[in-house]
């Protein structure tokens, strides 16, 4: 505004300088608010590619949950053995050991199991190196003996039933008539009519089950070892073994309900011909593992659904912990007279893991998230050090009083302080509301040592 043409009134100069004052006011207003947008605008910009970093991570990222400061190595189909290496460099490292007043470098492998058989190869001279450069016939002195690993592969034969009959010589048109004859009874088959014997029936459900070994691979395996035994009929075998099973199932069902100690998680699966519904619609395997802390029953049960009735059904009359993820569908479980609920650390590790592996490339790590992870490492190395110490379920509980407690309560005060400053609807966010809504459940590990 030029000075010079301002009016000597005093009540007109009041009015522009009013006028003014609105005026600025006004644009201050309309800035403050354009920040505003442009901060909300940020949010969602920031959400939709932390969104998009997830995914990509999910499709191209590995799997692994192990968390370290490097990236780790990707253990790929055809270089996994120099990837390992690389990784593993320590595998590759000899020890020393003193020996009286010299020190003598041993490979770091460790020794052959004592309970496998021995077979000796003899390495001996031939009869002409035998004889000395003074013609004499040398005499042994003694041996040297290693030990390296071999393996057999599999062997297959033909199992070849022979039943003798027997028949009384006195007695006769005894056999016509069904008379004095006697045979050797046949050996139970779990599968009537078959040739699979229970050796070759332990071999295919091991290989699928324990080893992940898919029956279409197996049929090539058997292939190459001359026998033509189809996919079709392995499947079948499967199932009349699984129906067998139901006995022993049931006795591993026992075994979880007996206490102390039930571990839940269900897991979505897709069944491609399942009667009455698509091939998209998710399926659930549901997991129980429970009963001697030591020697755990383990028992999958699949079923259509996710309803929190399933657990429910399957945990009938039991009393004890239950350990699960914050999935709603077991609250109603952990709310019944004498299970006590507990939450899962794995569960509240893998949300913080989400935020670092959807970091943008190249971003430094020391972000909220890697101290969440520090933590909860922490937390882990109390428990590691228990199990190397070989600590009874009392001592255990001790160390975790002294030690996990107090950690657990700093870990909890910082959760509850960076809340406040983390938008709610990003990785971090979402990760820590899970912690804290869970909390109570996550710290009852600390009331008894077996657990």
Request: aromatic fraction near 8%; include cysteine; glycine fraction near 6%.
């Amino acid at each position: 505004m030029d000075l010079t043409h301002l009016p000597n009134d005093v009540s007109t100069l009041k009015k522009i300088i009013h006028s003014q004052a609105v005026s600025y006011n006004t644009i201050q207003q309309n800035y403050t608010d354009l920040e505003h947008r442009h901060s909300i605008l940020k949010e969602g910009y920031d959400l939709l590619e932390e969104q998009m970093r997830v995914l990509k991570s999910a499709i191209y990222g590995r799997k692994s949950e192990q968390y370290s400061k490097e990236d780790g190595i990707q253990a790929c189909l055809f270089n996994e053995a120099e990837a390992a290496l690389e990784t593993f460099p320590e595998s590759n490292k000899t020890e020393e050991i003193t020996i009286a007043a010299h020190k003598r470098a041993k490979g770091g492998r460790r020794a052959l199991p004592p309970e496998l058989p021995r077979v000796e190869v003899i390495h001996d001279l031939t009869e002409s190196e035998k004889i000395c450069d003074c013609s004499k016939e040398m005499t042994r002195i003694g041996s040297e003996v290693s030990e390296k690993l071999d393996i057999v592969p599999a062997k297959i034969q033909v199992q070849k039933d022979i039943r003798y009959k027997y028949a009384c010589s006195s007695c006769e048109g005894a056999e016509s008539d069904g008379g004095a004859v006697k045979i050797a009874p046949a050996a139970p088959q779990l599968i009537p009519q078959s040739i699979a014997t229970p050796g070759l029936l332990a071999y295919i459900l091991t290989s699928k089950y324990a080893d992940s070994l898919p029956l279409y691979r197996q049929e090539r395996i058997f292939e190459r070892l001359g026998v033509d035994i189809s996919r079709a009929t392995m499947a079948n075998w499967v199932i009349h073994v699984g129906k067998r099973c139901d006995r022993l199932i049931e006795l591993l069902w026992q075994e979880i309900r007996s206490g102390p100690l039930v571990n839940i998680d269900e897991t979505h699966v897709q069944v491609l011909n399942e009667p009455g519904r698509s091939n998209t619609s998710k399926s659930y395997m549901w997991v129980f593992r429970g009963g001697d802390v030591e020697r755990p029953a383990l028992v999958f049960q699949y079923e259509p659904s996710r309803s929190g009735k399933i657990p429910q059904e399957c945990l009938d009359g039991y009393k004890g912990y239950i350990q699960t993820d914050g999935y709603a569908g077991y609250d109603v479980l952990g709310e019944r007279d004498g299970i006590v609920h507990m939450g899962c650390w794995v569960h509240v590790r893998r949300k913080f893991l989400e935020v670092i592996k959807a970091r943008p490339k190249g971003s430094k790590k020391n972000g909220n998230a890697d101290v969440a992870i520090t933590y909860i490492r922490n937390i882990y190395a109390i428990e590691k050090d228990a199990d190397e110490r070989a600590l009874s379920a009392d001592d255990r509980y001790q160390l975790r009083q002294e030690k996990s407690v107090p950690l657990l309560r700093e870990f909890r005060n910082w959760l509850e302080d960076i809340s406040s400053k983390t938008p709610p609807q990003g990785l971090l966010g979402k990760a820590v509301s899970y912690a804290l809504k869970q909390w109570v459940r996550l710290e009852r590990y600390t009331d008894d040592g077996r657990l």
